[in-house]
T-cell receptor, first 118, second 113 residues
Framework: GAVVSQHPSWVICKSGTSVKIECRSL??????MFWYRQFPKQSLMLMAT?????????EQGVEKDKFLINHASLTLSTLTVTSAHPEDSSFYIC??????????????FGQGTRLTVV | AQSVAQPEDQVNVAEGNPLTVKCTYS??????LFWYVQYPNRGLQFLLK??????LVKGSYGFEAEFNKSQTSFHLKKPSALVSDSALYFC???????????FGTGTRLLVSP
């Protein structure tokens, strides 16, 4: 149980275009989803926290207009990188939490998305 | 504010030997502590967690960790390392009063044959 699926696994896009990454909880209701960015050989940097039906809470320094997060249902959150540039190339990972133990105490991670902007 | 420190960027161990990956934390309340493993270009896989109860926690793939409140540590251990254990390991802490998980910088484990 507690499976999170992230799609796509990798994507290459042209500079200036937008890219959407999906994060789905397959077998539980994800009341909270988190989006992380990971640079090579570095730790995970939390970008934003989204609770279903509410606007996402962005971490300091993360551009809200650049990284659009939608969490419109209890099983789906999306991250859209708008007007992507090469410096947005990175590994993006989502995680989800639900209600009740253990869904509320630990986070379940997607497989990650490797974004390359050319 | 909650924080996690993983003092070693890399740990090298020979196959069959015991391994330890260190983690210390700082949190205002009683912590929720986690270990995750990451293989190249993959998401994080859950290994184990401490929420409450026994200080020694057993997890996946033969890993275990000991919660030490006085030393604010949660070191990951395995009695006998395998080459396939080679990966990036993250310690994480969560203050129960907050939603977000804070990660350490990660420790790369290299197990040599």
């Amino acid at each position: 149980g507690a499976v999170v699926s992230q799609h796509p696994s990798w994507v290459i896009c042209k500079s200036g275009t937008s890219v959407k990454i999906e994060c789905r909880s397959l077998d539980f209701q994800a009341t909270t989803m988190f989006w992380y960015r990971q640079f090579p050989k570095q730790s995970l940097m939390l970008m934003a926290t989204s609770n279903e039906g509410s606007k996402a809470t962005y971490e300091q320094g993360v551009e809200k207009d650049k990284f659009l997060i939608n969490h419109a249902s209890l099983t789906l959150s999306t991250l859209t990188v708008t007007s992507a540039h090469p410096e947005d190339s990175s590994f993006y990972i989502c995680s989800a939490q639900g209600q009740g133990a253990p869904l509320s105490t630990e986070a379940f991670f997607g497989q990650g998305t490797r974004l390359t902007v050319v | 504010a909650q924080s996690v420190a993983q003092p070693e960027d890399q740990v090298n161990v020979a196959e069959g030997n015991p391994l330890t990956v260190k983690c210390t934390y700082s949190v205002s309340g009683n912590p929720y502590l986690f270990w995750y493993v990451q293989y190249p270009n993959r998401g994080l896989q859950f290994l184990l967690k401490y929420i409450t109860g026994d200080n020694l926690v057993k997890g996946s793939y033969g890993f275990e960790a000991e919660f030490n409140k006085s030393q604010t540590s949660f070191h990951l251990k395995k009695p006998s390392a395998l080459v396939s254990d080679s990966a990036l390991y993250f310690c994480a802490v969560r203050d129960p009063g907050f939603q977000k998980l804070v990660f350490g910088t990660g420790t790369r484990l290299l197990v040599s044959p």
